[in-house]
């Protein structure tokens, strides 16, 4: 078990562009979920998947934001003509549906962003 | 939706005993827990209450009340280690709403 592991680390980046960032969870783990952390405030929800169906998106979550998780292992979050508003810390988790490992959510170290 | 409310700061000794208090405002209920944050880390897991009462995990202890929708984290016996910042958060089964979060600083 090597924890969540999510890529890049950083990322700086134009305003206009498009971003794309990774996530690895927990192998056993069939919840994944993506939230962002601004200076000072707790992470917010985004999105979240079980196995490789997105079952909700956050509002916070606008149509230039896109996830995925293709075969329910690994996630991609990708940002489209980003704004200088886009900066924050990306953060993943997983955790399983399993007993009481269910109430769990597992971090990864998060890509920090900033748009110039 | 939800709405938590926790004090954004609390500065005490090393050894010394702390309390986070939590309040919140939920549509959907499973549980309240508690996560830690060191600055530039992720957010990692302390614990979790789901019915009230505490639950006890080493140093930490965690309180819930689901009448009075309040909760609380207690932190004994501080080290300098416990410099970070600490979250509650509601659960809804899937969905992990957060509070601003609690700076705890310990002074030597």
């Known amino acids: 078990d090597t924890g969540v592991s999510q890529d890049p680390r950083h990322k700086i980046t134009k305003r206009g562009q498009n971003v794309t960032f990774r996530c690895d969870p927990i192998s056993e783990h069939n919840r994944l979920y993506w939230y962002r952390q601004t200076l000072g405030q707790g992470p917010e929800f985004l999105t979240y998947f079980q196995n490789e169906a997105q079952l909700e998106k956050s509002r916070l979550l606008s149509d230039r934001f896109s996830a995925e998780r293709p075969k329910g292992s690994f996630s991609t979050l990708e940002i489209q003509r980003t704004e200088q508003g886009d900066s924050a810390m990306y953060l993943c988790?997983?955790?399983?549906?399993?007993?009481?490992?269910?109430?769990?959510?597992?971090f990864g170290p998060g890509t920090r962003l900033l748009v110039l | 939706g939800q709405s938590l409310e926790q004090p954004s700061e609390v500065t005490a000794v090393e050894g010394a005993i702390v309390q986070i208090n939590c309040t919140y405002q939920t549509s959907g209920f499973y549980g309240l827990s508690w996560y830690q944050q060191h600055d530039g880390g992720a957010p990692t897991f302390l614990s979790y209450?789901?019915?009230?009462g505490l639950e006890e995990t080493g140093r930490f202890s965690s309180f819930l009340s689901r009448s009075d929708s309040y909760g609380y984290l207690l932190l004994q016996e501080l080290q300098m280690k416990d410099s970070a910042s600490y979250f509650c958060a509601v659960s809804n089964d899937y969905k992990l709403s957060f509070g601003a979060g609690t700076t705890v600083t310990v002074r030597a």
């Open positions: 209450n789901a019915l009230d």
């Open positions: 988790a997983s955790s399983s549906t399993l007993g009481l490992e269910r109430e769990t959510q597992y």
